[in-house]
């Protein structure tokens, strides 16, 4: 059998004469196959991250040797002088000292203090609450104005959406024709927050009045008294909590809601905080036919979430997680993204909430701002001088066209939170940040299981994690949150131990069935 790889060479003599024509065959060096090479590179590129990382150590390493010897070969005299200069120099030393002692004093007093994230809870309705596709497109033909063409933009949009058949509507919208009033609003919001607040209270066994701040966010619904009203009245907090209610802020709110309240524990130590993060839908559903106003009824669903933070030393040992960092990015100076989120009514008169074809431009604008800022926070040296060398590289070599380098965050992260707020805005930045299909999950996931339920999506997404049993300590975790303005903001997190899944939690008896299968 002749060799695939060998080169034939024939030999000119003898030819002419009718006699065999002798065959050399030179065998080739064999190509490595492509997926060799990837894995390879794959490996070059982990073995320079490694000794990038720890070069401070590998070059401190031989010096804290050099200086051991050095020591042990010190003799009794070498001490004795040692000891003598010390005592000649005592004002000094004392000077020294208080110098240090003061400072590291100060430094203690005025460092930022660490906020623990004890505990959350996120809103799981009632199984008569869900909405199946066909009890969807049944109540879209019985209520409101829709004609057959927006009927049918519904009906494809909710089965591109990579929402299941067992998200939630609030219970107004069960009716026939909805019960669109202010009583129902309320009942909504309350049957949320009161629902995730009251499991985390059980859950962590903290008294109501212990709560010294309070942060509620919900973009479309702010009634008078406010939503942060009513959780005092319902748990009856103490007179001095310091209570915030933030609307119309959009999707990204909830991680909005984190840094006030960390800025908060940074003033008032000793305290917990609460953050309750939900949206309304009841008196927000669009009934007329402008069609980038009919996607978001497609796409929000019914959900929330509360999330107690503190700045006690103490609750550290039990807490699941340490904020690290908080970076927000607002790109509403620019026209076209101030509007690409945007609550407004049709020539009709109805009121929804418009969707620019824009959206995912900007968002995409959006977080290029923000990693930028984020990155030199998280990301490692090595992926820092490969950015950097990239950059000044593009930058002297203008015609050249080499392409801009993408850090790899998955160095620095290794679980990511991405708002469920559409499946195209989950595939986009799966394919920016080049992440694997095991990154985005909990995102698909959640968005399957729950729909978009705006600032809480992000928390449902970390539950889901949860519950599958990926967090191990000192794991971190990266949420990144879009909403109208618009923004961008992300929070980091980092786990303080192997995290269990809380009791009651959203995905306790559905986890097992994840991952699903979605089609394309």
């Keep these: 059998m002749t060799d695939p790889n060998a080169v034939n060479i024939t030999a000119g003599a003898g030819a002419g004469a009718g006699g065999t024509i002798p065959v050399i065959q030179i065998r080739q060096p064999?190509?490595?196959?492509?997926?060799?090479?990837s894995v390879n590179l794959k490996y070059v590129k982990l073995g320079y991250h490694y000794l990038m990382t720890h070069l401070l150590t590998l070059c401190?390493?031989?010096?804290?040797?050099?200086?051991?010897?050095?020591?042990?070969?010190?003799?009794?005299?070498?001490?004795?002088?040692?000891?003598?200069?010390?005592?000649?120099?005592?004002v000094s030393i004392v000077v020294?000292?208080?110098?240090?002692?003061?400072?590291?004093?100060?430094?203690?007093?005025?460092?930022?203090?660490?906020?623990?994230?004890?505990?959350?809870?996120?809103?799981?309705?009632?199984?008569?609450?869900?909405?199946?596709?066909?009890?969807?497109?049944?109540?879209?033909?019985l209520t409101g104005d829709f004609d057959d063409s927006s009927l049918d933009f519904q009906r494809k949009i909710l089965e591109r959406s990579g929402l299941g058949e067992e998200t939630y509507l609030p219970e107004a919208m069960h009716n026939v024709p909805p019960t669109i009033n202010m009583a129902s609003a309320r009942a909504e919001a309350e049957q949320v927050m009161f629902g995730c607040l009251d499991n985390l209270f059980q859950n962590t066994k903290i008294n109501p009045k212990d709560?010294?701040?309070?942060?509620?966010?919900?973009?479309?619904?702010?009634?008078?008294?406010?939503?942060?009203?009513?959780?005092?009245?319902k748990y009856k907090l103490r007179g001095n909590v310091r209570s915030f209610n933030l609307g119309g802020m959009g999707c990204s709110a909830g991680v909005i809601a984190v840094d006030l309240a960390k800025d908060m524990l940074q003033v008032h130590r000793n305290t917990?905080?609460?953050?309750?993060?939900?949206?309304?839908?009841?008196?927000?559903?669009?009934?007329?036919?402008?069609?980038?106003?009919?996607?978001?009824?497609?796409?929000?669903?019914?959900?929330?979430?509360?999330?107690?933070?503190?700045?006690?030393?103490?609750?550290?040992?039990?807490?699941?997680?340490?904020?690290?960092?908080?970076?927000?990015?607002?790109?509403?100076?620019?026209?076209?993204?101030?509007?690409?989120?945007?609550?407004?009514?049709?020539?009709?008169?109805?009121?929804?909430?418009?969707?620019?074809?824009?959206?995912?431009?900007?968002?995409?604008?959006?977080?290029?701002?923000?990693i930028t800022t984020l990155g030199p926070l998280v990301l490692p040296i090595s992926e820092q001088l490969l950015f950097f060398a990239t950059l000044v590289t593009r930058k002297?070599?203008?015609?050249?066209?080499?392409?801009?380098?993408?850090?790899?965050f998955k160095l620095a992260f290794e679980h990511f939170c991405i708002h469920a707020g559409g499946r195209a805005v989950i595939d986009e930045l799966e394919k920016n940040l080049q992440l694997s299909p095991v990154h985005v999950e909990a995102s698909r996931m959640t968005l399957h299981r729950f729909g978009n339920t705006s600032s809480s999506s992000i928390w449902y997404e970390l539950a889901y994690t949860e519950a599958k049993g990926r967090i191990r300590k000192g794991n971190r975790v990266w949420q990144i949150a879009f909403g109208s303005g618009f923004k961008c903001n992300s929070a980091v997190w980092k786990a303080l131990r192997n995290v269990k899944p809380s009791p009651n939690s959203p995905w306790e008896d559905c986890v097992h069935r994840y991952p699903v299968e979605l089609p394309n």
Excluded at 396 to 408: G, Q, S
Aim: glycine share 4%; hydrophobic share 45%; charged share 20%.
């Design 30 to 37: 064999r190509r490595l196959p492509d997926f060799l090479l």
């Design 60 to 90: 401190l390493v031989p010096l804290m040797a050099v200086t051991l010897v050095q020591a042990a070969q010190m003799d009794y005299q070498d001490l004795h002088n040692m000891y003598r200069n010390l005592l000649y120099n005592l």
């Design 96 to 141: 020294f000292s208080a110098i240090l002692v003061f400072g590291f004093t100060l430094y203690i007093m005025t460092r930022p203090r660490s906020v623990f994230l004890v505990d959350y809870s996120c809103y799981r309705p009632p199984v008569e609450l869900q909405v199946p596709y066909k009890k969807f497109m049944d109540h879209s033909r």
């Design 211 to 233: 709560i010294g701040i309070l942060v509620v966010n919900c973009s479309l619904f702010n009634p008078t008294p406010s939503l942060s009203a009513m959780i005092v009245n």
């Design 272 to 370: 917990y905080a609460v953050v309750v993060s939900t949206e309304n839908i009841t008196q927000n559903w669009y009934f007329g036919n402008k069609k980038s106003m009919l996607i978001p009824n497609c796409l929000f669903r019914v959900g929330g979430a509360a999330i107690l933070l503190s700045n006690k030393s103490a609750d550290k040992r039990r807490a699941k997680y340490k904020l690290v960092h908080v970076v927000r990015t607002h790109k509403g100076a620019d026209n076209t993204a101030f509007r690409c989120v945007y609550q407004e009514q049709d020539v009709t008169g109805k009121t929804g909430v418009s969707l620019s074809k824009d959206l995912m431009a900007i968002a995409g604008g959006a977080l290029k701002t923000n």
């Design 396 to 408: 002297l070599l203008k015609n050249a066209k080499i392409k801009p380098y993408i850090p790899d």
